[in-house]
């Protein structure tokens, strides 16, 4: 079975939404400029332009419904259902969104699924005491807003977009002003179509939630600290989730019902690899081919859609909209990346098995290949330290969260590297912790163990031992009186770190050996975000701590501390002790004196409780970017060469070396960008339809 379209969207998260809205809205502006004054519509490129959005999950896609723009329910009193609404029931819900991220149970390997994720593991962080974290990536229309929190926030400061490439349009990304005007639009018009909810963040409002006795002074007393608002992806009227897709793209179809002849929508289709040719010049004609040699091209994807394949070919090009995880797994899978990471998974290039039928030498196609594209490196991730307390003054119930974050604070705490650190200070309330708590309470289990002789435990009985321990602890707070005197007295300040210096990579591994033809489904992804391998985030986290210390007095004066709290701080301290017997023990047996911590490489003032703190306590944000990095070329070299050696994509979001084929989705991002990348990443998308529908 094969379908061919000009444009192919593989993925539906946010950068997806705002492209595909970006592309429709430029369709009914070409359509309307070239009316020929009676009515009637002339031919156009762009009118007729045809586009297919793969959809890996299985979601509802109900092109009838007049529900579909507002977040009604699944299933409503008149049995309508909404537009680009996930089915499973947990995605319903804001609140919900730790239990959809972390308890549904799903497979990586799963492709027409209804589970609202495909949950990832990392390899064991050794900065953060070997433990394993949990990589929880969307499927269904929304992607990831399928799953998260739902926060809506524009990055503030131009210095998240100063390494971004700036050509283009003589201003191009850098600074953020193409970005900026984008997200405006889109603000706009998820807006208009009752796609957001917004409270102030004023927590002198909110005292009677916790108590609070004084009011926190806000960014007008304070040039450190800024307020924000606090929108969020959900409806006004019923506090549904709202994903991207059903606020931006359901309404525009409701109003031109005619662009239904230009997008087709393909739910349960799973992209396993992009296919590959060349594109040469007149065939036969040697003096062309000197002067323009073949050019790899994209021409397809092979899909699986559960019970048979099929190839979806593209006339134009091939974008990707995956994210920072699925779309460097997919491109690896593909063989495209550097030469050494592809022979370590176990893949061939993609080169290396076609053919270039002009050339009388079938290798000498090869030299004209950019074969260091690095894919899969750069992996950056926002870094999330919390501090727990229980309140004596119980939640008003009717001023319960949305999705359990009350407010948020960015704030700029000086460190002793050339840029400041970028911190969100942000408050939390109770909803969420019968889940949180049972999750990071097993999570200490989930670790890599050293067995006698050095005999690492298996990663199948680490995984085993945390969801049985897990379960365990779930059980108890199943128990109605518990589970709501949680809700009510637990609240969290998390510091949340924005501007992180670690870098990680994703990698896959193919399970059946160097072949010519690997898909997606025979590797298994290999995520290693490297959390607090770079010393100066250590340090950040120790500035912004100190910062948050002030509103910890002002939020939570007759609240308790219970983590970081006394208990890990006797805990430390027996730790230590017994470290320092077993090491001064070692050296009377005449073994060597060493210094473990070493001050120095830890910026010098950060207390050693802390720094063990952080590697315990330290988790994601989940805000995965970076792994197929935009950048400039050189400017006096015609080869696929970047200043800085981590650039996959161009200013145009193209794959160097590759034509019709372009990425649109966080993993261009070069730096985190100071804020949730979701709305960022549409903005992304509505800016990039300009150059791609041209």
């Known amino acids: 079975m094969e379908q061919e379209f000009d444009i192919i969207l593989v993925g539906t998260g946010p950068s997806a939404a705002g492209l595909l809205y970006g592309i429709l809205h430029r369709i009914i502006l070409d359509r309307d400029s070239s009316d020929d004054g009676d009515g009637n519509k002339s031919s156009s490129r762009v009118s007729h332009v045809r586009i297919a959005i793969l959809e890996r999950g299985n979601s509802v896609v109900d092109i009838t419904s007049d529900n579909a723009c507002k977040g009604g329910d699944t299933a409503n009193d008149d049995g309508e259902t909404s537009q680009f609404e996930h089915r499973h029931p947990s995605t319903y819900h804001l609140q919900n969104w730790f239990q959809t991220a972390h308890y549904i149970p799903s497979s990586s390997h799963c492709g027409a699924s209804q589970h609202p994720t495909i949950l990832h593991t990392t390899i064991p962080q050794s900065h953060l005491c070997n433990r394993i974290i949990d990589v929880p990536t969307g499927t269904g229309w929304g992607g990831g807003t399928n799953i998260n929190a739902g926060l809506i926030e524009q990055p503030n400061t131009e210095h998240d977009f100063e390494n971004w490439p700036g050509r283009w349009k003589s201003s191009g990304w850098k600074g953020g002003g193409l970005i900026h005007n984008a997200m405006d639009e889109i603000l706009v018009h998820m807006m208009n179509n009752e796609g957001l909810t917004s409270s102030d963040v004023d927590v002198d409002a909110r005292s009677n939630i916790f108590g609070i006795e004084e009011r926190y002074l806000d960014g007008s007393s304070d040039e450190n600290c800024s307020n924000f608002l606090q929108p969020s992806l959900s409806s006004n009227t019923n506090n549904r989730r709202v994903n991207y897709f059903t606020s931006l793209i359901a309404p525009l179809l409701k109003r031109h019902p005619e662009l239904y002849s230009n997008v087709i929508f393909l739910s349960g289709v799973k992209v396993e690899r992009i296919l590959m040719r060349y594109s040469c010049s007149a065939a036969g004609d040697e003096d062309d081919v000197t002067k323009d040699p073949c050019k790899p091209q994209a021409w397809g994807v092979e899909c699986d859609y559960g019970d048979y394949r099929g190839i979806i070919r593209s006339k134009r090009d091939i974008v990707l909209c995956c994210g920072a995880i699925a779309t460097p797994s997919l491109l690896l899978a593909s063989g495209i990346g550097t030469e050494d990471d592809l022979r370590t998974a176990g893949i061939a290039p993609w080169y290396e098995h076609i ?104 990663l199948a009985w680490i995984q085993s031992i945390f969801v049985g321990v897990r379960a365990v602890l779930r059980l108890f707070f199943c128990i109605p009186v518990l589970s709501k005197w949680v809700k009510l007295h637990f609240a969290s300040l998390n510091l949340c770190l924005m501007n992180p210096k670690s870098v990680g990579r994703v990698t896959v591994r193919s399970s059946k050996g160097l072949q010519s033809c690997t898909r997606l489904s025979d590797c298994k992804v290999i995520i290693d975000p490297n959390y607090l391998s770079d010393s100066c985030d250590v340090e950040s986290l120790w500035r912004g701590w100190s910062f948050s210390s002030r509103m910890k007095q002002r939020l939570f004066k007759r609240g308790i501390e219970i983590l970081p709290g006394y208990a890990f701080s006797a805990g430390f301290a027996a730790c230590s002790l017994i470290s320092s017997a077993l090491h001064w023990m070692k050296v009377l047996l005449g073994g060597k004196l060493h210094d473990d ?14 720094r063990k703190y952080a590697a315990e306590f330290s988790n994601p944000y989940y805000h995965w970017c970076g792994t197929c990095a935009m950048g400039e070329e050189e400017e006096d070299s015609t080869s696929a060469t970047t200043r800085n050696g981590e650039s996959v994509v161009d200013e145009h979001l193209c794959v160097r070396g590759l034509s019709n084929l372009r990425i649109c989705d966080a993993s261009v991002f070069p730096d985190s960008v100071s804020a949730p990348p979701a709305l960022t990443c549409a903005a992304l998308g509505y800016a990039a339809s300009s150059f791609i529908i041209e």
């Not at 000498?364 to 501090?387: C, E, F, S, T, Y």
Request: glycine letters at 6%.
């Open 355 to 458: 053919k270039c039928d002009i050339h009388n030498d079938d290798h000498a196609h090869i030299k004209h290949v950019h074969r260091n594209l690095p894919v899969g490196h750069n992996l950056r991730d926002h870094i999330v330290l919390p501090r727990v307390f229980v309140t004596p003054h119980p939640r008003n119930p009717g001023a319960k969260s949305h999705n359990s974050i009350i407010g948020w604070w960015l704030t700029r705490v000086p460190t002793s590297s050339s840029i400041d650190a970028k911190m969100q200070l942000q408050l939390a309330d109770g909803i969420q912790m019968d889940y949180m708590i049972p999750h990071f309470a097993a999570g200490a289990l989930r670790r890599r163990w050293v067995l006698p002789f050095a005999v690492h435990l298996p």
């Open 597 to 610: 911590h070493n001050e120095s490489q830890f910026g010098g003032n950060v207390p050693p409780w802390f």
